[in-house]
Each structure stands twice: as C-alpha cells, then as structure tokens.
C-alpha cells in the first residue's frame, strides 16, 4: 500500500494514477473539509494530457482562451493559441480538485487526519497517525505542499513579490489569457468560462513593507484604471471579487530519500510566474506512479534522476521571469522594452510549447 501525506493536486493526480495501475493506496489530509477557496490554475498541454491519460479531460468545459496576450504595457502583444500550438483550459483549483477526487473510492480519503510520527525500514513504511492509530505501507509519499516538513525541512526563498489572487464574475465573455507589466506592478486575466475569470495581481515589495494592509479599494481603482492598456478589465465585475493574497517563494528541491518521496509543493515549490506549478506536481505523480509500479527500493532517488533536471529548468526559470516581469529601474524597463520589440514572441512561446509536449511524449510509456 501507498501511503499518501495530502490531498491537493499531487496527492490526488497519483491516488488517480495508481487506481488506474491496480495498486492499493490510502490518502491522508490534515483538513477536516476540502476547502473551496483558491484561484485559477492554467491547464497547458501537459497538464490536458495528464487528464486525458487519466480519463478525467471529459469534465473540463469548453475552454474560451482563444489568445494568449503578455508583456511590458507599452510592448503587450498578443497571438492565438492555435497559431502556437499552445492549448490552454483555466480553471478554479476546487474544481480541479474535486475532479480528481470524485473518481477515488472516498474510504480511501481520511480526512481531518495527520501524520504525527513515521518509521522507514528496509522494505516497508509505518506511520503513527494524530489519533494514536497505525498504518504500514511500501511507500510514503509527502504530497503536503510548500510548508511541509515531512521528508525535509521547509527551506523557503522570498523572491521579494506579492501576489493577490481572486476568480471574479464577467459582465461579458472574454477570450484572451493577458498578463501586462506596469513596472513594480503586474496583471494578469484569465477567462474560466462565459462568467468567470481568474485574476491575478502581483507588486514588488520593499523591506520592511506589508502589502496585506494596502486596501481592496486601492488595488481594485488601480485595476480599473488599466483598462486603456487591457481593455478586457471593463468586463470585470471587481464588487464581487473575493481575494486571497500570500508572499511568492520557492522552495529548494527536495525529492524525499528512500521510500519516502516528495511531489510537487513538497518537493519543489516554485514561484507562479510561469503557470506550471501544479502542472509539475501532475507529472511527479504520473511519473512516480510508474515507479512505484516496478517495485523500486529507493524511489525518491529514481524519481530525482527522472525529474531534477526537467524540474530544476523549470524553477531557475519561472525565478527569472518574476523578476525581469517587476524590473523597474530606468535601464531594465528600456530592456524590456526592446527585448520585447526585437524577440520574436511566437518563437519564445514555441519553445515554451516544445517544453511541455516533451512530457506528453513521455507520458505515453508510462
């Protein structure tokens, strides 16, 4: 049996995949109820695939995104998604959540259950729970996210950014995924469906500085007044948004040692910039599935040989591109801009795209 320590994205995208392989699992989540709070999670062509091969790509809904628009205010372009290559479904975190978790036999959900102690042995794992009780298993697996110190100590990084997010009504459709940079500032928008839409509202903080105590309304005017940039903003219903906001880290990766292996959050949180956060989670669970599958004695070694470098790319990347998006000195803002006049946007974003369909390529021998 599998023991598995969460019951976000990774934890449930493995309980998924091992139902699929016949191998005998129980999921183990801290809350006393999956909560529905969250915001948007950009589905790219990896992670459809994911939920293709899992027979779960059925629930998503027609996805509006029809065009992809990003960049400095004075250099915002946008391109089709069609014309990239680049297939994208936005949806709410609870509703990825809950897709995942209604195909699982809910006796093997314990919820308002946590892990207070664990033994590793040679060939087995036993874990004493919060109500005193005991379970043994072949693997642990910590699928807790970004704080979790099961496997290793939460060694986080400040990257100095903080992010509000919100999944906010539509007064008109939309059909263009935009993030638009304003200095120390970025905005982003992402149509869920005909009548919502996921938005996101980064700034560049400076030391000693708390962003939770600048008003709603200051940062709601703010948004409004972008709408000569991102005219989308006016179809935006901002009285009924409710907010969640939280600093940007990342987290040094981690895969866990022998047969206690760390996923996603867990092992390798990385910042949001680039939308693949939970997509990576996908593909560690999908990947250590198969792992498990061959009976490997030390799977957090197995899967780090797998993953690291793919991972790794990932998180240098995403790092990057959070601060070239909140660069704000007079130089950086003038690269920026010429960057952007001089790079071919649909030839950065064809890499972008390569990159992810490298998994979809190997996700057919898993």
């Known amino acids: 049996m599998v023991i598995i320590n969460g019951a976000g994205i990774a934890g449930l995208t493995l309980a998924n995949a091992l139902q699929r392989k016949n191998i005998p699992f129980v999921v183990l989540e801290q809350a ?3 909560q529905v709070l969250g915001a948007g999670i950009a589905l790219q062509n990896n992670g459809l695939a994911i939920l293709e091969a899992l027979g779960l790509a059925k629930e998503l809904a027609i996805s509006p995104v029809l065009q992809l628009g990003v960049g400095p205010f004075n ?83 400040d990257s100095g950014l903080w992010c509000w997010r919100s999944v906010v009504p539509l007064t008109r459709p939309v059909t263009c995924f935009s993030e638009v940079w304003f200095g120390k500032q970025r905005l982003g928008l992402a149509p869920i469906d005909e009548q919502r839409a996921y938005l996101f509202h980064v700034i560049k903080t400076k030391p ?19 709408h000569a940039t991102l005219a989308d903003i006016t179809a935006l219903d901002l009285h009924n948004a409710t907010w969640v906001s939280h600093p940007i880290q990342d987290r040094t990766i981690d895969w866990g040692h022998g047969r206690l292996v760390a996923i996603g959050d867990a092992a390798h949180a990385l910042t949001p910039n680039l939308g693949q956060g939970a997509v990576l989670a996908m ?44 660069a704000d000195g007079k130089i950086a803002l003038k690269l920026k801009s010429l960057a952007f006049r001089l790079l071919p946007m649909r030839k950065n974003l064809a890499a972008q795209v390569s990159w992810m369909n490298a998994f979809n390529h190997r996700l057919k021998e898993l």
Request: charged share 20%.
């Open 208 to 226: 000693g500085q708390h962003p939770e105590k600048i008003s709603t309304a200051q940062r709601e005017q703010w948004i409004r007044e972008q």
């Open 283 to 326: 593909e560690d669970a999908m990947e250590l599935a198969t792992i498990i599958s061959n009976n490997i004695v030390n799977p957090a070694q197995e899967l780090a040989r797998l993953r690291h470098r793919r991972v790794a790319h990932m998180h240098r990347l995403s790092w990057f591109f959070g601060k070239m998006a909140h």
């Open 32 to 34: 006393e109820a999956l």
């Open 75 to 157: 250099r915002f372009r946008r391109v089709t998604m069609e014309g990239v290559g680049l297939r994208c479904h936005v949806v709410h975190r609870s509703h990825l959540q809950q897709m995942l978790l209604t195909s699982l036999p809910q006796e093997q959900i314990r919820l308002g259950t946590s892990i207070s102690q664990h033994e590793l042995n040679a060939d087995s794992v036993s874990v004493t729970l919060s109500d005193g009780s005991q379970l043994h298993g072949k693997y642990l697996v910590n699928a807790a996210g970004i704080r979790s110190e099961l496997h290793a100590p939460a060694q986080l990084r």
